[in-house]
């Protein structure tokens, strides 16, 4: 059985930094990992993904200059380091994991993001 856990949301003022890590366990074989967002009345969204063949990431346009995601070698762990925060980056933020085979989707239980102005 996949579980993914997320920890290091927090609370920030608008300007600061925060790294978010997600680790995989039961011996998971993903082609890619994620990081989506969901702010209160709005739907969830996606925010940036890394792949695991050539590490190909891409970031959603609001994010984009900001916030770097990384993984470690066998894409069983990724972060998402998030500067020059806004406090429209409030959201409770998901790992997502696609499984290698199947493409199953797994999803971590969140980690809440608040940025005060």
């Known amino acids: 059985q996949v579980h993914l856990v997320e920890s290091g949301g927090g609370v920030v003022q608008a300007g600061g930094s925060l790294k978010l890590s997600c680790t995989a366990s039961?011996?998971?074989?993903?082609?890619?990992m994620g990081w989506y967002r969901q702010a209160p009345g709005k739907e969830r969204e996606w925010v940036a993904s890394?792949?695991?063949?050539?590490?190909?990431?891409r970031y959603a346009d609001s994010v984009k200059g900001r916030f770097t995601i990384s993984r470690n070698n066998v894409l069983t762990s990724i972060y998402l380091e998030m500067n020059s925060l806004k406090p429209e980056d409030t959201a409770v933020y998901y790992c997502k994991a696609t499984s290698a085979g199947w493409r199953t989707d797994f999803w971590g239980q969140g980690t809440q993001v608040t940025v005060s102005s």
């Open positions: 039961g011996s998971p074989s993903f082609i890619s």
């Open positions: 890394i792949t695991h063949g050539g590490g190909n990431m």
